[in-house]
């Protein structure tokens, strides 16, 4: 099954909106090398920076497999959306693009990491009541496909995951897991299109 073209890696170029940006000197984060791992040191505070502008290029900067790029960018979205949570709803439809391409990679590693950034953006207003997940259920066409691709893919990825991450690298398991996050957070429409993409999907409110 894993020979399956569907299942194959795709062209990655090195060419992220994020590299371009950093490599400029246009990015308001740098690497701190101190203490036992590297940290991601702000130049300002996270909170007042320009999420239309900022979040998508962080965003895109989550295909990147290569150092300090690949850290800085998935460190960076984290940062944000935990920050100023109800700064990141105006902007999810600039996020689809970045997601989907680099679901797209087909990159297992990527794609590992990605659906814990998802993760993490449907849940990151809950206290106001999930609208950032209701407002990614319209954009679920070009986010579950490749999803449904490798909702059986069972096998651990191990080392290949990096920043401790060794935990929760099942695929199958974490793209089932995300799928039920959706379904939590996306509201009362949420599990009719989810089902729609990825037929094998059973509900955990419906029973």
């Known amino acids: 099954v894993a020979d399956f073209p569907a299942f194959a890696e795709?062209?990655?170029?090195?060419?992220?909106?994020?590299?371009?940006?950093?490599?400029?000197?246009?990015?308001?984060?740098q690497i701190h090398h101190g203490g036992v791992q590297n940290v991601i040191a702000?130049?300002?505070?996270?909170?007042?920076?320009d999420y239309h502008h900022y979040l998508p290029i962080f965003?895109?900067?989550?295909?990147?497999?290569?150092?300090?790029?690949?850290?800085l960018s998935?460190?960076?979205?984290?940062?944000?959306?935990?920050?100023?949570?109800a700064r990141v709803l105006p902007v999810v439809p600039?996020?689809?693009?970045?997601?989907?391409?680099?679901?797209?990679?087909r990159d297992k590693?990527?794609?590992?990491?990605?659906?814990?950034?998802?993760?993490?953006?449907?849940?990151?207003?809950?206290e106001e009541g999930s609208v950032v997940g209701q407002a990614l259920v319209p954009y679920y066409r070009q986010i579950l496909p490749v999803l449904n691709i490798f909702?059986?893919?069972?096998?651990?990825?191990?080392?290949?995951?990096?920043?401790?991450?060794?935990?929760?690298?099942?695929?199958?398991?974490l793209v089932m897991e995300t799928l039920e996050q959706f379904e939590l957070h996306g509201g009362q429409d949420a599990f009719i299109n989810i089902k729609y993409l990825v037929p094998v999907y059973q509900s955990i409110i419906l029973g």
Request: hydrophobic share 35%.
């Open 10 to 29: 795709r062209e990655n170029p090195p060419n992220t909106e994020f590299r371009r940006f950093y490599e400029r000197g246009d990015l308001p984060v």
């Open 94 to 105: 600039q996020l689809i693009i970045p997601i989907k391409n680099a679901l797209n990679t």
């Open 59 to 71: 965003f895109d900067g989550l295909r990147e497999v290569e150092e300090p790029y690949a850290f």
């Open 74 to 85: 998935e460190r960076g979205v984290y940062d944000m959306i935990r920050s100023a949570p």
């Open 151 to 173: 909702i059986r893919q069972n096998s651990n990825l191990g080392d290949r995951i990096d920043y401790g991450q060794q935990k929760r690298s099942n695929l199958g398991e």
């Open 42 to 49: 702000w130049k300002v505070p996270v909170g007042r920076l």
């Open 109 to 126: 590693a990527v794609i590992v990491k990605v659906l814990k950034v998802l993760q993490a953006l449907v849940g990151c207003d809950e």
